[in-house]
């Protein structure tokens, strides 16, 4: 099965979340491609069982080059359906927009019909990195990856 874990990142902190979450999917046997949004078109989002986006909280909503592929990935609408989806986030502080930001993301999963799980006792919307904390965020990317994995092998076998 085959995940695909995007993002965009201007910093390296969101490259860094989205290369140990692709590192777990694989150790938990799944077939994964990490791409920057800018090396991506929406057509390829349709060759993926599962989906993970992850961006930088920009006042409190995903990058504008995520934006930008979810608008163009109208052409594929209920061609997702049915997909595992996803989301990660960093942010500079506690109360920087994180949810909003992850909310932004999985709307427009949600919209195109896949299915998303919370965690009852991680980040409950999805991985959020703090600042330079990246031994934290490190730990809630694995735990996601993990569960992640689990469901679109439930899900998708």
Same mark, same amino acid.
């Given at each position: 099965?085959? =995940?695909? =874990?995007?993002?965009?990142?201007?910093?390296?902190?969101?490259?860094?979340?989205?290369?140990?979450?692709?590192?777990?999917?694989?150790?938990?046997?799944?077939? =994964?491609?990490?791409? %920057?949004?800018?090396?991506?078109?929406?057509?390829?989002?349709?060759?993926?069982?599962?989906?993970?986006?992850?961006? %930088?909280?920009?006042?409190?909503?995903? $990058?504008?080059?995520?934006?930008?592929?979810?608008?163009?990935?109208? $052409?594929?609408?209920?061609?997702?359906?049915?997909? =595992?989806?996803?989301?990660?986030?960093?942010?500079?502080?506690?109360?920087?927009?994180?949810?909003?930001?992850?909310?932004?993301?999985?709307?427009?999963?949600?919209?195109?019909?896949?299915?998303?799980?919370?965690? %009852?006792?991680?980040?409950?919307?999805? %991985?959020?990195?703090?600042?330079?904390?990246?031994?934290?965020?490190?730990?809630?990317?694995?735990?996601?990856?993990?569960?992640? $994995?689990?469901?679109?092998?439930?899900?998708?076998?």
């Amino acid at each position: 099965m085959k =995940v695909l =874990v995007l993002y965009y990142s201007k910093t390296g902190v969101t490259q860094q979340m989205a290369n140990v979450i692709g590192k777990t999917l694989k150790e938990e046997k799944l077939q =994964v491609d990490i791409f %920057p949004v800018e090396k991506v078109t929406a057509e390829v989002l349709a060759d993926y069982k599962g989906i993970i986006v992850g961006s %930088p909280t920009y006042y409190g909503t995903l $990058a504008w080059q995520l934006k930008k592929l979810f608008d163009e990935s109208i $052409a594929l609408h209920g061609r997702l359906d049915n997909r =595992v989806g996803g989301a990660f986030t960093s942010s500079a502080n506690l109360a920087g927009g994180n949810e909003t930001t992850l909310f932004s993301i999985l709307q427009a999963l949600l919209i195109h019909g896949m299915i998303i799980q919370g965690d %009852p006792d991680g980040d409950h919307y999805g %991985p959020v990195s703090l600042g330079d904390d990246m031994d934290a965020a490190e730990r809630k990317c694995r735990r996601f990856a993990q569960r992640f $994995a689990q469901l679109v092998k439930k899900i998708c076998s």
